[in-house]
């Protein structure tokens, strides 16, 4: 028989715990609001937040040919996942104006590592496009530690993968030779 979790009454599934500072007079009125509700003082804050992320807009839209602009919830799907890495590369793909500082360090060497992008050599030189469908996902999770570490500052900036900068053929790095001349006279 599986003992029941002191103070765990219903059959919810618990969320992460926050701490949070309210005024008095703001936690009195929000207690009475979820007595009226016939909620918890909990489950009132975590509804009153999820309500708000409908009015909160990450875009804000024209108004024009139905335009509303974006809210949070909107983008609820583009923006969350489980995994800790994914979820910092939609961040940073789709809305890196809300990066803080070190996340913008570490989203600056992600962008900057050949070894987590689809590319191609061009003229010799491993070249890629910082866009959604060319993050090797499964390399950024595989490194996810590295990355966050050098970024901390715990770590040097050799832990993290590497990638052939430049090709090693010297045929390859050359442009390809000029088409060869039209001939004076076309035959039509």
Not at 19 to 28: A, E, I, M, N, S
Request: proline letters at 7%; hydrophobic letters at 35%; a negative charge.
């Amino acid at each position: 028989m599986v003992a029941k979790k002191k103070g765990a009454g219903g059959n919810l599934n618990r969320s992460e715990v926050i701490t949070v500072r309210l005024d008095p007079k703001l936690r009195y009125l929000a207690e009475l609001a979820a007595l009226k509700q016939r909620r918890t003082l909990s489950s009132y804050i975590e509804w009153a937040i999820q309500d708000s992320l409908n009015r909160v807009y990450l875009r804000e839209g024209t108004g024009y040919n139905g335009d509303e602009g974006t809210t949070f919830f909107d983008e609820t799907d583009r923006l969350w996942d489980v995994d800790a890495p994914d979820r910092f590369a939609k961040l940073a793909l789709h809305y890196p104006e809300l990066l803080n500082y070190d996340e913008q360090k570490k989203w600056k060497l992600i962008r900057e590592n050949g070894n987590l992008w689809k590319g191609r050599m061009i003229f010799g030189k491993w070249t890629w496009v910082v866009e959604e469908g060319d993050l090797i996902i499964e390399r950024l999770r595989k490194y996810w530690d590295e990355f966050c570490a050098v970024a901390e500052g715990t770590m040097d900036s050799s832990v993290l993968p590497t990638w052939a900068k430049e090709d090693q053929e010297e045929e390859q790095s050359t442009p390809p030779p000029p088409p060869p001349p039209f001939p004076e006279e076309v035959p039509f």
